[in-house]
Each structure stands twice: as structure tokens, then as C-alpha cells.
């Protein structure tokens, strides 16, 4: 079963990573107040590119998992709260909603990811990855047939980044110290 404060874990430096890097925020703001959410969408997919073409033993591979992750957030940011400087407490606000609801979503499903993972390795995250970016960018075309909003597909990204990372770092559902490559 996932472990909260292992999950406050993987957050934490994807916080700082966003509270530290104004200069990424504020390009991100300035690109989002000219383009809307189609800058959003471009940057998930090519991260979602780099991420099929990299093995996944390399630092590189975990950094663009945690840029989609921060990209999700910004968008999410900018969609609750409009285009403005960052203020922290809001962001928290949104990680704390993301990460609670998926506390609650892991544990209707059960530990799925991790035994899926186990199972096909990482085109298992890839594949739940490009369903809801697949999803995103219909979504950005036509209006939506399900109760799923795109902040809902937003969120299920973040969900999904967050039990790789936890997956990799932490080895598995049972959250033991595997260390399955996570060297900074």
C-alpha cells in the first residue's frame, strides 16, 4: 500500500522545484497568457517523446517525470487561480488536493500500478502516460462525452508521475528502500 509520508516524499523537492525556479514560472505564465492552454499540452507531449526514447535508468528520465509533474501543477495553478506570481500557499493548496485524492484513488484500486508495473516494466507507465495525453489533446478539440474534466486528466498525470517515481525510488507498493536508481 502507498505510504503517505513516502509520497510527501517525492513531492517535497517538486515544490522546491517550482518555488525556486521563478524564471521557468514566469516564462510558463507569459507563454500560457499568449497561447492558452495549447503551450500545456505541447509541453506534456514532448516530455512524454523524451520519456519513450530514454532508458529508464538514467537521471534524465526521473527529471522529465518531474518537469511533467511541475507542468501539471503550473496548469493547474494557472486554470484555479488565473496568470499571476506564484504564491506558494495556493500551490500547496492544489499539491495537497492532487495528493490526497490520490491517496484515495490508490486505495480503491489497490496497488494496480505497481503490480502492472512489475509485470510489463515501464511501458506500463508510458502506456497509462499516453492514454491521458491522448485524452488531453481531444479534449482540447471537443467537448468531453464522460463527467471527466481536463483537470481531472491533469490530475490522473500527476498521479501516475508520482507512483513512478515512487516505484523507482522506493521499489514497489510496499514503499522498502529497493533504491531502484534514484542517485541525484
Known amino acids: 500500500m502507498l505510504r503517505e509520508n513516502l509520497l510527501e516524499d517525492i ?5 522546491l522545484l517550482i518555488k525556486e525556479n521563478s524564471g521557468y514560472t514566469a516564462n510558463y505564465f507569459g507563454l500560457y497568457r499568449d497561447f492558452g492552454k495549447v503551450v500545456f499540452i505541447i509541453q506534456i507531449f514532448n516530455n512524454l517523446n523524451t520519456l519513450k526514447t530514454l532508458k529508464e535508468d538514467v537521471r ?3 527529471v522529465t517525470i518531474r518537469n511533467i509533474i511541475r507542468d501539471c501543477f503550473l496548469e493547474l495553478y494557472c486554470r484555479a487561480y488565473g496568470i499571476q506570481t506564484i504564491n506558494i500557499d495556493l500551490l500547496r493548496k492544489i499539491i495537497y488536493q492532487v495528493q ?22 515501464k511501458v506500463a507507465f508510458l502506456i497509462r502516460l499516453t492514454d491521458k495525453v491522448a485524452r488531453l489533446k481531444t479534449l482540447a478539440k471537443q467537448q468531453a462525452q464522460v463527467e471527466e474534466s481536463e483537470e481531472d486528466t491533469i490530475k490522473d498525470i500527476i498521479g501516475y508521475c508520482l507512483l ?19 542517485q541525484e
Request: no cysteine; glycine share 12%; net charge negative.
Open 11 to 15: 513531492i517535497h523537492p517538486i515544490e
Open 164 to 182: 513512478e517515481l515512487y516505484y523507482r525510488h522506493y521499489g514497489g507498493k510496499d514503499g522498502m528502500d529497493k533504491d531502484k536508481g534514484w
Open 100 to 121: 490526497e485524492l490520490l491517496i484515495r484513488k490508490n486505495s480503491d484500486y489497490g496497488d494496480s500500478y505497481f503490480e502492472l508495473r512489475e509485470e510489463f516494466g
Open 60 to 62: 534524465e528520465y526521473r
